[in-house]
């Protein structure tokens, strides 16, 4: 039994030692995996860390419950409305984001819907129509919700005013309400965006031809395939009727009727209380948007400026008159932002809303050219887009940085000042994420809407940007469980001071009641029903619910007596400051969705992920994303192609890149091109008239250059376009084109011959060859420089053509266009030259012969090698061959042309008699043409002309 134990003992030992080895052995690989990671890259988590903190079972009721059963009503009531309003706020986006989903799947076919009576109406688009009537109708149904929602906060506000309603001891008329006009602002806001969406969409060209469809359905219900009850088609057609009420751009203006409507039933007193608080808060909001930068930082400052006119215009509607004050504000307003992006490629203008939408009384006042401020606008983008990139790169690189080394430490270090580093680094992000995307935003909606291209900085520009926004989003992602952590501690600061900031004042509040007389202290006890609220409040989670009982119990509590301003003033910013933090966390990122092929860190995996996917639903239809890109860069690279064929190399890379993601894009077919080929020989050959008559030529340098262009280059062809030209179609095309140059110079040859037959130049010619072979001893065989220019002034005497040119000047345009054709065959001889020097670059030895073939039947090698090297030597030879150009084609010419010396052709023997004056003229011609060089002058401009030395 002992000798048992024994054996089970070591046993034991045995495995728990195995076990402690393994544990060893598992703790070193945990340590190696752990040590290959790199915490440096931006990694995304695998689960998205979203606070919800909206759902709480403490309802509204209980949290403003207190003994004041009033205070109880009013807080309850406003509260509710707000909440209503964030509620239509946060279902907006999406409602919108769904209808531009829609709008864009719609085929593009606006144009031609257009002309009714020439036009198959598309069935596919308006089958699509018919299968979104419930999106339709959700947007029917909201903005119903909007309308009213509106009129009851009016006619709320309108009791809470009513001086015959008794509210205990509240006075009124020192209740700040601005919350309530922001929200009336949001309201007022939402279908206006939504009437601008719907402006810049395709579906209302789509939607006008349905409803006439279905109405016409209505009169004639037989075209119908199948049988439908009548009743069921004035259904559809009532439903139609009701939906075409709000997507006829007009949902504004609808909104406005209703709020005029609710207006009219307020009493006299209510109704003028409710217009001086609105017009104070016109004032107020007037002058915070004057102080807002040129460059808007964020949404809420692009909303602000929006929100200013629909209520500027709002309270026009409503009670007519207005203070002059607010409208030469919102004028400077509206000229510095002549242009808002709101959502997306959405851009709003303020001429086009004060023509649409304005009242009269406004468009009258208006006075500004959005035009010119627009281009003005843009043109400042223009220039300090490259300075903000600096100024960008270095605050984000700081502030990277800063907030890495601050979220590094694995210590949960809560202390003030780390907390308020941590919260001042978060906030700093957000903000330079809202202006970077709102910057972005801008200078693309502002491009589009003025129809203007952006340029290749101005497009490189934007796309480092959005690197730099990618950047902070990465972080964001990389580290949303510390910053997780370390946002719910700053909120339960932030509440902290809110807290004690309301404790000291309740004290304060209450040392006053004790002071006060009795009959004051139920006025007391009032306001601090109110604080006790703004405690209650403050005291539990933070939620956008809480912020707006809490915003308006300081309203409602006389903050102006309650608190100092400071403490006013510091409540509001830490109200502001929460809520900035619960849209953060709460809501949907502030951070734009980036495409992910910008993110250089893990670019591959989610290329590869995307490419990979499968066809996804959307709006009804199958989207497969790998076809979408394929189709997309094979229309784009042969878009790019055709219009610059030098820059194939460029989207070949691309097409390798794309190729390496498995999205196979088609190959464009077109001919490729270089910076250095220039014009084709081809089609200098085919157009060798004009070509001649185009450009002059430069004898030393054997360059071609364009006479005038209206661009701001002059083309040129050298040795080296040509050399590239033949490369591609080889040399062959050498005695093509002296052949077609020929054919040229046999036409010029054929004036030239008639221009010395004329009756009048070969009189002149033939006396001036008399007097030189009677009188050549005396002149020692030279020609007199005065007779020379005498002939000049007697041939100017027969005349001018229509462009002010005599026929010396005629004649001499004709010998340069003979020396342009023969300076080309030059060319092109030095073109081959050239083409074959670069050929036989890489070969040792070009003189001595060639014995592939022999070295290859020495070793009995296979047929097949032995025929290569054959080629091989053959191509060799006949490169080399080729080296050794020995041909003259200026001796071929000269040899072309000996047939007309002929005795029908004796007259142009006296053709060297004409030279001296020729000369003369060209020389007099190019000192005038260099001139222009020197004056700037465009027209006539040259510095060189040797087509007339080889010529004559």
């Known amino acids: 039994m002992q000798r048992n134990q024994q054996n089970l003992n070591y046993y034991g030992a045995t495995q728990i030692k195995e076990f402690g080895v393994f544990l060893d052995n598992y703790d070193v690989q945990l340590q190696r995996l752990a040590s290959n990671i790199s915490l440096e890259e931006p990694t995304t988590p695998t689960v998205s860390i979203r606070l919800d903190t909206s759902k709480e079972d403490l309802s509204c009721i209980q949290l403003v419950d207190t003994d004041n059963k009033i205070l109880n009503k009013i807080l309850y009531t406003f509260s509710a409305l707000c909440h209503e309003v964030d509620s239509l706020r946060d279902e907006f986006e999406d409602m919108v984001r769904e209808f531009q989903c829609f709008d864009e799947s719609l085929d593009d076919n606006t144009e031609q819907l257009r002309e009714e009576s020439l036009v198959t109406l598309d069935r596919s688009s308006l089958l699509a129509i018919s299968g979104r009537i419930e999106l339709l109708t959700r947007i029917k149904c909201y903005f119903e919700r909007i309308v009213e929602v509106s009129v009851t906060i009016v006619l709320q506000l309108g009791a809470l005013f009513d001086p015959s309603n008794k509210f205990g001891h509240f006075n009124h008329s020192s209740w700040e309400l601005d919350l309530m006009f922001n929200y009336i602002a949001d309201l007022m806001f939402m279908p206006l965006l939504f009437d601008v969406v719907l402006t810049n969409s395709k579906f209302k060209t789509y939607w006008k031809f349905y409803v006439k469809q279905i ?14 009850k009548t009743d069921q088609i004035y259904d559809l057609n009532k439903a139609i009727d009701e939906i075409a009420i709000w997507l006829d751009e007009n949902a504004y203006k609808h909104v406005l009727e209703a709020m005029f409507n609710a207006k009219q039933k307020l009493v006299m007193e209510s109704a003028t209380m409710f217009a001086d608080r609105f017009l104070k808060y016109l004032k107020q909001r007037t002058t915070e948007a004057a102080g807002l930068s040129a460059s808007l930082s964020s949404n809420d400052e692009t909303t602000t400026v929006v929100k200013l006119n629909a209520m500027v215009n709002l309270y026009h509607y409503m009670f007519v008159s207005i203070d002059k004050s607010v409208l030469k ?38 006075r500004n050219d959005y035009r010119k401020a627009r281009d003005a606008h843009l043109t400042y983008r223009r220039k300090s887009l490259a300075k903000d990139i600096l100024v960008y790169c270095i605050q984000i690189s700081s502030w990277l940085v800063r907030i890495g080394a601050a979220f590094k430490s694995t210590k949960h270090d809560t202390t003030l000042d780390v907390l308020r580093q941590k919260c001042g680094l978060i906030f700093e992000g957000i903000h330079y994420a809202q202006e970077i995307s709102f910057l972005v935003q801008s200078v693309t909606s502002l491009h589009w809407y003025m129809q203007e291209s952006i340029n290749r900085q101005m497009f490189q520009a934007v796309g480092k940007l959005l690197e730099y926004l990618q950047c902070v989003n990465n972080f964001f992602d990389s580290n949303q469980q510390a910053i997780a952590e370390t946002n719910q501690f700053i909120i339960q600061h932030l509440q902290h001071k809110i807290f004690i900031i309301v404790v000291n004042s309740k004290k304060k509040l209450i040392t006053e009641a004790k002071q006060a007389k009795a009959k004051k202290s139920e006025v007391f006890i009032d306001k601090l029903s109110a604080f006790h609220v703004i405690e209650r409040c403050m005291s539990g989670p933070a939620n956008r619910t809480r912020l707006t009982i809490a915003r308006l119990a300081v309203s409602i509590s006389d903050p102006k007596q309650s608190l100092t301003p400071e403490s006013y003033e510091k409540i509001r910013l830490l109200l502001d400051q929460i809520d900035t933090l619960l849209d953060y966390y709460g809501k949907t990122a502030q951070i734009e969705p980036f495409n992910p092929f910008n993110d250089t860190s893990m670019a591959l995996n989610n290329i590869h992920s995307l490419v990979r996917m499968e066809p996804l639903l959307v709006g009804g239809q199958y989207l497969c994303i790998k076809e979408h890109v394929k189709r997309y860069l094979s229309n784009t690279y042969y878009t790019l192609a055709s219009i610059s064929q030098h820059d194939w190399k460029i989207y070949k890379e691309m097409r390798c890149q794309a190729a390496s993601y498995q999205i196979e894009s088609i190959e464009d077919q077109l001919p490729k091109q270089t910076l250095e080929q220039g014009l084709d020989v081809l089609e200098i050959m085919h157009n060798i008239e004009q070509f001649v008559s185009h450009y002059v030529y430069n004898l030393n340098f054997q360059i071609f250059i364009e006479q005038s262009s209206n661009n701001n280059f002059l083309n040129t062809v050298s040795i080296g376009h040509i050399a590239n030209s033949l490369r591609r179609h080889g040399n062959g095309i050498i005695n093509t084109t002296v052949n077609y140059t020929f054919q040229f110079l046999r036409q010029k040859f054929f004036t030239f011959s008639h221009f010395l037959y004329d009756e009048q130049i070969k009189a002149r010619l033939t006396s001036d060859a008399k007097y030189f072979l009677e009188n050549a001893e005396s002149l020692n065989q030279t020609y007199d420089y005065e007779r020379a220019h005498a002939f000049n002034r007697r041939i100017k005497n027969l005349g001018l053509s229509d462009a002010g040119e005599t026929y010396m000047d005629l004649f001499r345009k004709l010998i340069c266009h003979i020396g342009n054709a023969m300076g080309y065959v030059r060319m092109i001889r030095s073109g081959a030259l050239h083409e074959c020097t670069e050929a036989t670059v890489y070969l040792p030895m070009i003189d001595q012969p060639l014995n592939f073939t022999a070295y290859t039947k020495e070793e009995v090698l296979h047929d097949t090698t032995v025929s290569a090297a054959e080629i091989l030597e053959h191509d060799i030879n006949s490169l080399c061959n080729n080296y050794r150009i020995d041909t003259n084609y200026f001796r071929l010419l000269v040899n072309a042309f000996l047939t007309l010396r002929h005795a029908e052709n004796i007259h142009l023997q006296n053709f060297y008699m ?39």
């Open 215 to 228: 109405r016409a359905l209505k009169l004639n219900p037989k075209k119908l395939t199948k049988p439908v």
């Open 329 to 366: 504000g919102l004028m400077d307003v509206n000229e510095k932002f002549c242009g808002v992006p709101l959502m997306g490629k959405v851009l709003w203008i303020p001429d086009d809303f004060f023509r649409k939408y304005g009242h009269k009384t406004i468009r009258d006042c208006d």
């Open 914 to 952: 004409i030279i001296p004056p020729l000369t003369i003229n060209f020389v007099e011609y190019i000192i005038k043409a260099k001139e222009k060089i020197t004056k700037k002058d465009k027209i006539g401009a040259l510095f060189t002309d040797d087509g007339f030395a080889i010529g004559k």
